[in-house]
C-alpha cells in the first residue's frame, strides 16, 4: 500500500505556529487532491484543509486567517501552516488524498490513502 509520510507535530505554546508536511508519492498523488484532517481525543476526524491539483485551497471555517495549505508538485509535498495556535487545535493531524476535493472534505469512509498521523499539542 501506498504510503503518506506526516512530519513536523510537536507541542507549541498557544499563539505559536508549526508547520507540518506530508511526502508523497508522485504517482498517482500529482493528479489527487491533496487535504489534512485532523482528530482530537473523543471526537470524529474532520478536514482540515485541501489542496486540488490546479492549486484551489478550502479552509476549514475554524483556522481560517490562521492555517493555509500548499502543495508542491516538484518535491511531492503538502505543508500545513499553521498559525495562532490556540488549545481547541491539539490534536492528532492526518494527511489525505483522494480523487476529488469533494470526495475528501464529503466522503470520510472513501478515503483510501492516509498517512500514519503527526501530534500536535497546543499548551496555555
Known amino acids: 500500500e501506498v504510503q503518506l509520510v506526516e512530519s513536523g507535530g510537536s507541542s507549541v505554546q498557544a499563539g505559536g505556529s508549526l508547520r507540518l508536511s506530508c511526502l508523497a508519492p508522485?504517482?498517482?498523488?500529482?493528479?489527487?487532491?491533496m487535504g489534512w484532517f485532523r482528530q482530537a481525543p473523543g471526537k470524529e476526524r474532520e478536514w482540515v484543509a485541501t489542496?486540488?491539483?490546479?492549486?484551489?485551497?478550502t479552509l476549514r471555517e475554524s483556522v481560517k486567517g490562521r492555517f493555509t495549505i500548499s502543495r508542491d508538485i516538484a518535491k511531492n509535498t503538502v505543508d500545513l501552516q499553521m498559525n495562532m495556535l490556540n488549545l481547541e487545535d491539539t490534536a492528532m493531524y492526518y494527511c489525505?488524498?483522494?480523487?476529488?476535493?469533494?470526495?475528501?472534505?464529503?466522503?470520510?469512509?472513501?478515503?483510501?490513502?492516509w498517512g500514519q498521523g503527526t501530534q500536535v499539542t497546543v499548551s496555555s
Open positions: 489542496v486540488s491539483v490546479g492549486t484551489t485551497i
Open positions: 508522485r504517482y498517482p498523488f500529482s493528479t489527487y487532491c
Open positions: 489525505a488524498a483522494g480523487p476529488t476535493c469533494s470526495v475528501l472534505r464529503g466522503r470520510l469512509s472513501a478515503i483510501r490513502h
